[in-house]
């Protein structure tokens, strides 16, 4: 595409520079308005081609965003003739969709009969009542009739319930003997937890073959009082002896286990502190001489006395109380032996005042009451003096047994 430039003629002066460079200037100009043959940039159109009705000939791709043929849109022609494609499938689709669903609808048509009507069924339910359908001799068709075997019995040992989920078979309680059980038919698995109880075992019902070894821990037997002791009956049934009192021993009574006294054991009460009284002649108890007796039970008991007086005159008076029915026989070193009952005195002869000391020895042979032997003392005669029983006597007592 040929574009002319303007040039300037150089009539003198040929040698001027600036002419010769303007019209460099001017040629390069008019060579950038033309399209390159080779690529080289610029390469691009500014205004519109016009072929002035001419053909473009070997034309490879051509890349336009548009091609407007006789006035008409190329792209939008291409995409209506794309649409009336689409919408001559979807029509098609929906003719076939239309022509399934009413084949489906003969079909069910075709199967919507009753069962009698089929040519291989009875023809009608008359009289047909609480009859079932079955294959003939034939083989060839169906027929009613009626229940040869028995229906579902419960054989008086529950109910029957029949629902849509199925056939329910309730037992009542008690039918399942241990004769209806094979051996070995329950297993632990088939136990719920916690569900056996003592009023679920006969007596006598579980013996040692049924338990295995260590099968009864401490934790299953029922819970007692601490110090209680099991043993059993003449009949074999167990019993719960309540513990017994401290220093007690296990013995037989009447072939059958009790808690008594130790025969022959000794138990020491000691004082624990001096303790004064003055212008007093009512016996008073000891603060620590004092020990319980079991019933029908004999005790010997020694008793080692510190006392002192600050003056002669008093004296000392004892005595004891003892349970009703208790007889009690006692002497003291220097006195004839003595039987006494509850609150009988002994004066202690005492000429001088001081310290002075005395063994008393008793035996105690309690009756039906279980109760205390408490030791008891006085001035034999008031007096404003101080007498005193003092810390460390001590008394010893041994049970003899049964009186």
């Known amino acids: 595409m040929a574009k002319q430039a303007t040039l300037t003629t150089i009539t003198a002066g040929f040698t001027s520079a600036s002419k010769i460079n303007a019209n460099f200037a001017a040629l390069n100009t008019q060579f950038d308005n033309t399209v390159s043959r080779d690529g080289s940039t610029p390469n691009t159109m500014l205004a519109d081609f016009d072929m002035n009705s001419n053909d473009i000939l070997n034309a ?20 209506a003739a794309a649409a009336s494609a689409t919408a001559a499938a979807t029509s098609e689709t929906n003719a076939a969709t239309s022509a399934a669903a009413a084949q489906q609808s003969a079909d069910d048509a075709a199967v919507s009969v009753t069962f ?18 079955k294959v003939n001799v ?21 109910d029957i319930t029949v629902t849509g989920s199925g056939l329910t078979w309730s037992l009542d309680a008690g039918v399942v003997a241990a004769t209806e059980l094979a051996t070995d038919a329950v297993e632990t698995a088939k136990i719920k937890d916690v569900n056996v109880t003592t009023g679920k075992l006969a007596n006598l019902a579980v013996t040692t073959g049924k338990l295995a070894d260590n099968g009864v821990t401490l934790d299953k037997l029922e819970h007692g009082t601490t110090g209680d002791i099991l043993y059993y009956g003449a009949s074999g049934e167990p019993f719960r002896l ?36 003055s212008s007093d002649s009512t016996l008073n108890d000891d603060n620590d001489l004092v020990f319980a007796m079991d019933a029908n039970t004999t005790y010997w008991v020694e008793l080692y006395m510190l006392y002192s007086q600050t003056n002669s005159t008093p004296e000392l008076k004892m005595g004891w109380t003892v349970p009703s029915g208790c007889d009690l026989f006692w002497d003291r070193e220097w006195a004839t032996f003595q039987d006494i009952d509850t609150e009988s005195d ?36 008031s007096h404003a003096s101080t007498t ?16």
């Open 346 to 381: 002994t004066k202690v002869a005492n000429t001088t005042s001081g310290d002075q000391a005395t063994t008393l020895r008793m035996m105690f042979r309690n009756g039906a009451n279980a109760g205390n032997a408490q030791f008891r003392w006085a001035q034999d005669t």
């Open 242 to 277: 309540a513990k017994g009192s401290d220093a007690e021993v296990l013995t037989l009574a009447s072939g059958l286990p009790s808690w008594a006294a130790a025969a022959g054991a000794v138990t020491t009460v000691i004082k624990a502190s001096d303790q004064s009284i």
């Open 138 to 158: 034939g083989e060839t068709a169906l027929e009613f009739a009626s229940s040869t075997g028995t229906e579902p019995s419960d054989g008086d040992k529950g």
């Open 116 to 133: 009698l009507s089929h040519t291989d069924t009875p023809s009608t339910y008359s009289g047909q009542g609480g009859k079932f359908a």
């Open 388 to 403: 005193k029983v003092k810390k460390h006597s001590f008394m010893l007592i041994r049970s003899l047994g049964a009186t």
């Open 60 to 79: 490879g791709d051509i890349f336009a965003l548009d091609i407007i043929i006789d006035g008409l849109s190329l792209i939008a022609q291409v995409a």
